[in-house]
C-alpha cells in the first residue's frame, strides 16, 4: 500500500510540475509588457524574475471572451497592455517587475468593463507573487486578484 501511495503522490507531483511549466513561458503571440517598464529610469519595471519584487502573472480565464484587452498599472505606471487569449486557460503570462520597497496600488481594467484596484506591500528583501484573471460569463466580466509571499503553483 505504501508503494501505491509514492506513486500516486509522485504521479500527482509529476502532473502538476508539467502543468506549471507550461503556463507562461510562452512566447507566440504572448502580450508583451509596454514599454514604460521596460525603461531603466522607471520606478516600476521589468526585470529578469531573480530580480523582481513583485512577480505578476496574467490570464484571461473567459471562454465566453475568447480574446480580451487588459491595461495592468502599478503606481500609474502601465506595465501590461495588451490582448490575452483563453486558450486552454492554461496561459498565464509572465511580468517580473521591479519596484521600491512599501505599498503599492495596483489597477486593472478589461475591455469588457471589468476593474479592479488593490493595494500591496513589498518588503524589498524578499519577491511577492500575484495573479490577475479575467472571468467572463452570460455578459458579465470580473478581475480577480491573488497576492502571496509564496511562489504560486497553477493546475
Same mark, same amino acid.
Given at each position: &500500500? %505504501?508503494?501505491?501511495?509514492?506513486?500516486?503522490?509522485?504521479?500527482?507531483? &509529476?502532473?502538476?510540475?508539467?502543468?506549471?511549466?507550461?503556463?507562461?513561458?510562452?512566447?507566440?503571440?504572448?502580450?508583451?509588457?509596454?514599454?514604460?517598464?521596460?525603461s531603466g529610469d522607471s520606478a516600476v519595471r521589468l526585470v529578469e524574475e531573480e530580480d523582481a519584487d513583485l512577480v505578476l502573472w496574467v490570464?484571461?480565464?473567459?471562454?465566453?471572451?475568447?480574446?480580451? @484587452?487588459?491595461?495592468?498599472?502599478? /503606481?500609474?505606471?502601465?506595465?501590461?497592455?495588451?490582448?490575452?487569449?483563453?486558450?486552454?486557460?492554461?496561459?498565464?503570462?509572465?511580468?517580473?517587475?521591479? &519596484?521600491?520597497?512599501?505599498?503599492?496600488?495596483?489597477?486593472?481594467?478589461?475591455?469588457?468593463?471589468? @476593474?479592479?484596484?488593490?493595494?500591496?506591500?513589498?518588503?524589498?528583501?524578499?519577491? %511577492?507573487?500575484?495573479?490577475? /484573471?479575467?472571468?467572463?460569463?452570460?455578459?458579465?466580466?470580473?478581475?480577480?486578484?491573488?497576492?502571496? %509571499?509564496?511562489?504560486?503553483?497553477?493546475?
Amino acid at each position: &500500500m %505504501r508503494t501505491l501511495h509514492s506513486a500516486l503522490r509522485t504521479g500527482c507531483v &509529476m502532473a502538476l510540475l508539467i502543468a506549471t511549466a507550461a503556463c507562461g513561458d510562452r512566447t507566440a503571440d504572448a502580450p508583451e509588457p509596454a514599454p514604460e517598464v521596460t525603461s531603466g529610469d522607471s520606478a516600476v519595471r521589468l526585470v529578469e524574475e531573480e530580480d523582481a519584487d513583485l512577480v505578476l502573472w496574467v490570464s484571461n480565464q473567459s471562454f465566453d471572451d475568447e480574446t480580451v @484587452t487588459l491595461v495592468v498599472e502599478v /503606481d500609474g505606471v502601465t506595465v501590461v497592455d495588451g490582448d490575452f487569449a483563453v486558450e486552454g486557460q492554461h496561459n498565464w503570462i509572465k511580468f517580473p517587475l521591479a &519596484m521600491p520597497a512599501g505599498e503599492h496600488e495596483i489597477t486593472a481594467e478589461s475591455d469588457t468593463g471589468a @476593474t479592479l484596484t488593490e493595494t500591496f506591500r513589498v518588503p524589498g528583501d524578499a519577491p %511577492r507573487y500575484a495573479v490577475i /484573471d479575467h472571468w467572463g460569463e452570460s455578459g458579465s466580466a470580473e478581475l480577480t486578484w491573488l497576492f502571496r %509571499r509564496q511562489e504560486i503553483a497553477f493546475a
